[in-house]
């Protein structure tokens, strides 16, 4: 079965979800659309340093209950995927292109960060 294209929707969903997560206090580090060889749908990848203090299982709630009060539903795209800061994935993003001046709107795919197979991906941040 073919993955599902990132498409120009998805990525034009980002920018809401993000600013949201940031005006609750979560401030995002990290944020990508990816296409993973493991997954078949696309997924809004998140990394913070506040999200890592609510603990593996607590982040995903706290997360989608901050989207829900600012009347983003759950159901409006691709799902979430919460990595750690320390995750090799986030570690490795962050050791390649942290420093670059500006990632928003780069394009990655076809290579390997921190052991995942990353098939496309659309990048709004990376700090």
Known sequence: ??????????????PAII???DN??????????????????????LASRALDEEGPL????????????????VNWGPPLLILR???PFIKDLRRIFSRTESVEGM????????????LDAYVYRIK
């Not at 209950?65 to 009347?71: E, R, S």
């Open 24 to 45: 609750a206090g979560f401030k995002v580090n990290v944020a990508l659309w990816a296409s993973f060889a493991d997954y078949e749908e696309p997924r809004l990848v």
């Open 19 to 21: 600013s949201t997560l």
């Open 107 to 118: 394009r990655l795919g076809g290579q390997s960060f921190g052991g995942r197979y990353l």
């Open 58 to 73: 607590n982040a995903y709630g706290v997360a989608l209950d901050a989207l829900k009060k600012h009347n983003i539903s």
């Open 1 to 14: 079965m073919d993955k599902a294209a990132l498409v120009r929707t998805d990525v034009d969903k980002g």
């Open 85 to 87: 800061m320390t995750d």
